[in-house]
């Protein structure tokens, strides 16, 4: 015997009915020997509590009623032969008949009474179980109807009525005698009390139903057909990561219900329970998914923790004052008081001195419940032995639930590990003394947040994903773009890492998809959907969505970004830029973003500053946290004057080369910044900051490669006409090298803190002679490098090796 229980949405539709129909076929003939329990079709019971309340406002109900008639009718219409139509629609009439006489005796009143209440809802499952067992009976004559109201005993509780264990035994074990071999669909949600009024089980009804039938009848499992793939490690609406967990225990599901997943009320899993009867939550929709197994023991998953469960709206009550210590009677009176008025208490802390007691309750009952303890404990607060009770509002709670954590040393530390990194503030912890759950409170705001980067942290096998606002889609930008889209099923098959672009702008417009914008079109989403772009609101956005592992990307050559970056990352926001201009500023500034950074636990990556992709602000940065000291630091850092030197040879005019340069994508987008050096001055600049020299730009004895009249021009135009008339000074140079077997070098130095960049000329003896393409070259001569200094030589320009730099920086974002 198994016990099939569907609800409401699997009874809602033709085709639903269909799909149900199947899977009690296949159950039957299979020779499981189903007993099937139905709720009411979906938003009958709804709209049976509005019409009774309607009545009994005074309201008109018929029209709803009609539509109650209709949507059995149209079933009946669809499902059952013609010839067999009448008798059951006419059955059907005199149940909707029976219900308007209740209801118009309601409204003839205008009171409605729990009583009457269970009464007039007992019909949606009645109408629903009678229906389908009739279609049902088309293909298996042994189906029959049973309404459960005559062997489900209960008290007179109406509205939530408590089981009479013994009587509804002997009632069910009777009706399995006289009704074996039948195919029973019985409704679900329902009882009757000594007097044979009917009652209903509250909430999660029918599933009770389902439990204490399959409890007396010793059935192998009872599986809850619903609309979901069984149990979920988080809520799917929230977590789109979310996946079906296979097996829980008892403990395991009752704590994922508790807190939110609401698959099932656990309370009415304990007959199951009792009885060691495995529940399985399926899918009706998805019949050949084998869903959530509920059983006695846990089993091991392969992952730390079973589920992640939420309530998204707690208040929070604290009660604190020496009133409380050592008085042992305290908490048991206070929550002794909150039980008698039915004021459900969510989750307690207490601090180890118990000088105060946090508990979280449902917003609706907080102002209540302040009132009972003002009453309760009038002479405390007199005394002053308890301070006035606060309440907080619009929190949320977050819980991890697993029987293994107990087990597995370090789960707190990883759980606040992600909450920390993202910012997210906690403001009261429990722990279940069984350690099968930890809850924190959190702000309700943070809560998807949070739930995502829990997720990630305890799944992390399955993969991280980082969220990115890319600001600039010019050469960078749009390179980078490319990789990305190259690079996604690579990063996410073999390295488990999903990189979404959830925000693009560039100085016209502004697009956001929080689902990720597909990067194989990126720029007609632009075009299409974007707005006038505006950063400002760029980063609000940004902070808005409030995603876990979010980063900013700044792929200007402008200074807007940068004076927005240390509200980033007060926001939990990583920075990754290839723009220099945010640590080439002020020293006060460079400071601030270090340590804003650091002390909000994000990543400030900037590899490309200095070299573009070549390994040089990641080398230095090695060598100083492992305690080496730089004693010289020489280096060609321009990869657009490197190529202009390389190049200018023979006929070639310096004016072509550099023009070449600029559309190889070596240069600045504005080339000035690199043929002035400022640009290699930036560059020289963050690396002396990087070393610990606390300089500022103009600590940089930077030496011309230009004459003045080039230096002094105000537009590119101008500046590329003042170029071609300085030819023969550039002609001049060139000879003066090549005569005396040198060439000419851009080179840079940084020793004991002073900075310098100066025109040579070197012959072939020096290390920097050999140079190709845009290549840049640095030597850092250290303490522990000091005979022969460690080299770093490669590209040093171009969009391909920036975007990738650009690129490395992103994937190690909180790694
Ligand atoms: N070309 C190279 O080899 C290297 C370049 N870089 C850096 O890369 C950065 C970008 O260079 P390119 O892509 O060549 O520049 P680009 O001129 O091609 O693109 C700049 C982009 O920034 C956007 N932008 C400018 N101001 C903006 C604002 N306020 N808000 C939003 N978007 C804005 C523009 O619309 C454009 O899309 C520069 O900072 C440069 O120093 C760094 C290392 C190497
Ligand atoms: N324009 C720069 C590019 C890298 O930062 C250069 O030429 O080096
Ligand atoms: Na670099």
């Known amino acids: 015997m198994k016990i099939l229980k569907f609800g409401g949405t699997s009874v809602g539709s033709v085709e639903s009915i269909q799909a149900v129909l199947q899977i009690v076929k296949q159950t039957y003939e299979s020779g499981e020997q189903p007993l099937v329990v139905l709720s009411a079709m979906s938003g009958i019971t709804n709209l049976l509590t509005k019409m009774a309340e309607d009545a009994a406002a005074g309201l008109p109900f018929m029209d709803d009623l009609k539509s109650l008639e209709t949507k059995h009718f149209d079933v009946v219409k669809k499902l059952i032969a013609v010839k067999y139509q009448n008798p059951v629609l006419t059955k059907l009439k005199l149940l909707v008949n029976e219900l308007e006489d209740l209801l118009q005796g309601v409204f003839a009143l205008r009171e409605l009474s729990l009583q009457s209440k269970d009464l007039i809802l007992s019909y949606g499952e009645r109408c629903s179980n009678y229906l389908v067992s009739k279609i049902m009976e088309q293909e298996i004559p042994e189906s029959e109807y049973i309404n459960a109201s005559y062997y489900i005993k209960t008290d007179s509780n109406f509205g939530n009525a408590h089981l009479n264990e013994t009587l509804t035994n002997q009632l069910i074990q009777a009706l399995a005698q006289t009704h074996s071999g039948k195919l029973l669909f019985v409704t679900g949600f329902i009882g009757s009390n000594e007097q044979g009024r009917v009652t209903t089980l509250g909430r999660g009804g029918s599933d009770y139903t389902a439990a204490i039938f399959g409890s007396v009848l010793n059935a192998s499992a009872i599986e809850i057909w619903t609309d979901v793939n069984g149990m979920l490690t988080a809520d799917p609406r929230v977590v789109k990561k979310a996946f079906s967990l296979p097996v829980l225990s008892y403990t395991e599901a009752m704590e994922l219900s508790y807190f939110g997943a609401k698959v099932i009320y656990p309370p009415t899993m304990v007959p199951a329970f009792m009885k060691k009867i495995p529940i399985v939550i399926r899918n009706t929709f998805q019949p050949e998914f084998a869903g959530t197994r509920i059983q006695f023991e846990s089993e091991k998953s392969g992952y730390p923790i079973k589920g992640i469960s939420s309530i998204s709206d707690v208040s929070v009550i604290n009660l604190t004052g020496s009133g409380m210590v050592g008085k042992s009677g305290f908490s048991g009176r206070l929550f002794t008081l909150l039980a008698r008025e039915q004021i ?472």
Not at 548 to 558: H, K, L, R, Y
Not at 608 to 631: E, Q
């Open 344 to 815: 459900n208490v969510i989750l307690i802390t207490q601090s180890s001195s118990e000088h105060s007691i946090t508990f979280a309750v449902n917003p609706n009952d907080a102002h209540k419940a302040v009132q009972l303890i003002n009453t309760e404990f009038e002479l405390e607060l007199l005394a002053n032995k308890l301070s006035v009770p606060v309440i907080e509002v619009d929190l949320g709670i977050l819980a991890i639930v697993g029987e293994n954590m107990k087990r597995t040393p370090g789960m707190s530390g990883r759980l606040f590990h992600a909450l920390g990194r993202n910012g997210i503030n906690v403001r009261a912890i429990a722990q279940g003394s069984s350690e099968f759950n930890i809850s924190v409170i959190i702000n309700k705001e943070d809560l998807a947040k949070a739930l995502n980067a829990v997720h990630d942290a305890f799944f992390a096998e399955l993969k991280k994903t980082l969220y990115v606002f890319n600001v600039g889609t010019g050469n960078i930008g749009a390179t980078l773009f490319k990789q990305l889209h190259k690079q996604h099923d690579f990063l996410l098959e073999q390295n488990d890492i999903e990189i979404k672009v959830v925000g693009i702008s560039n100085s016209r417009k502004m697009v956001f998809n929080q689902e990720g914008i597909d990067l194989s079109e990126w720029q007609e989403q632009l075009e299409n959907e974007g707005t006038a772009a505006d950063l400002g609101s760029f980063i609000q956005a940004m902070q808005a969505m409030n995603l876990p592992n979010c980063v900013f990307i700044d792929n200007t050559a402008s200074k807007l970004p940068s004076t927005y970056y240390e509200e980033i990352f007060k926001s939990n926001i990583s920075v990754v830029t290839c723009n220099k201009i945010a640590n080439s500023g002020s020293y006060e500034q460079y400071k601030c973003l270090h340590e804003t950074a650091r002390k909000h636990g994000v990543d400030f990556f900037y590899e490309t500053n200095v070299g573009a992709g070549l390994p040089i602000v990641r080398v230095l940065k090695d060598l100083m946290l492992s305690g080496d000291r730089i004693l010289r630091i020489e280096a060609i850092l321009s990869g657009t004057i490197s190529y202009i030197f390389n190049n200018f040879k023979g006929d070639a005019s310096f004016y072509d080369v550099v023009k070449k340069a600029q559309e190889l994508g070596y240069t600045e987008p504005d080339p000035r910044d690199d043929l002035g050096g400022i640009d290699f001055m930036r560059k020289m600049l963050i690396l002396a900051r990087d070393a610990g020299y606390p300089l500022e730009s103009a600590d940089v004895q930077l030496g011309n490669i230009l004459p003045e009249r080039c230096l002094q021009a105000s537009t590119v135009d101008e500046f590329y006409t003042e170029l071609l008339k300085a030819e023969d000074y550039f002609n001049q140079l060139k000879k003066d090298a090549e005569e005396q077997g040198k060439v000419i070098r851009y080179i840079g130095s940084l020793e004991n803190g002073e900075v310098k960049i100066s025109l040579q000329m070197v012959d072939e003896q020096h290390p920097f002679y050999a140079l190709s393409g845009s290549d840049n070259i640095i030597s850092f001569c250290t303490e522990r490098y000091k005979d022969r200094p460690l080299v770093v030589k490669g590209p040093g320009a171009g969009a391909e090796v920036t975007a990738a730099g650009v690129f490395a920086d992103l994937v190690n974002v909180g790694a």
